[in-house]
């Protein structure tokens, strides 16, 4: 079964500055779907960005972009330039070839103003 | 327009006492549709997975269920509420862009 696994429980980045967000997972899939998401606190779910596996190209979306490293199954969220309204929790998240989507468990992330 | 809704927004349940969450998709068809449970301050557990009406496919073996009686619909059921059912729950629908759009989320209080 897949898994995806968060390490970091939660981080704290000063604003303006650059954080790096780990993911891990677990598959013997070669086609799969990564995302990140965004949960501030109103709890609404926010696709940050997502990577096709047979992409080799990192996805990027404005100030986020991935790391992501098929051979090592690392899939890392960077945000540049953070900003308050960074403030979240971020999910990371798995799509297998039968369409089930897992998360990790979170990582909150704290900006320092 | 494509939308998700979820409701109750809010549920405050007694023990033992019966659930049925719904979840509705509007202006699309046939849409992969999921259930997930968020415990206090933890990540998303899958709860149930439905790529077509008839087909639901369940990770936990608990005390939930799940049906889709029609196309956009998606209903989470119990017969009898756990205290460790609190929780809040979130209805999802993959779009043909691959994205998992979410409902606004069910907040469940089981006394």
């Known amino acids: 079964a897949q898994t995806v696994t968060q390490s970091q429980p939660e981080m704290s980045v000063q604003e303006a500055e650059t954080v790096t967000l780990s993911c891990t997972y677990d598959t013997s899939e070669s086609d799969y779907y990564l995302f990140w998401y965004k949960q501030p606190p109103s709890r609404q779910m926010i696709l940050v960005i997502r990577q096709e596996a047979y992409k080799q190209q990192n996805a990027t979306e404005n100030r986020f972009s991935v790391n992501f490293q098929k051979a090592a199954k690392s899939f890392s969220l960077k945000i540049s330039d953070s900003q308050l309204g960074d403030a979240a929790m971020y999910f990371c998240a798995y799509r297998s070839g039968d369409d089930k989507i897992i998360f990790g468990k979170g990582t909150r992330l704290h900006i320092l103003p | 327009s494509q939308t998700i809704h979820q409701w109750p927004a809010t549920l405050v349940q007694p023990v033992g006492s019966p659930l049925s969450l719904e979840c509705t998709v509007e202006?699309?068809?046939?849409?992969?549709l999921y259930w997930y449970r968020q415990a206090a301050g933890r990540g998303l557990q899958l709860l149930f997975y439905s790529v077509g009406i008839g087909q639901i496919s369940s990770e936990v073996p608990q005390n939930l269920s799940a049906s889709r009686p029609q196309d956009r619909q998606f209903i989470l059921s119990s017969k009898k509420l756990l205290l460790s059912d609190s929780g809040f729950y979130l209805c999802a629908w993959l779009t043909g862009a691959n994205v998992l759009t979410f409902g606004a989320g069910s907040r469940l209080t089981v006394l």
């Open positions: 202006g699309t068809s046939n849409p992969n």
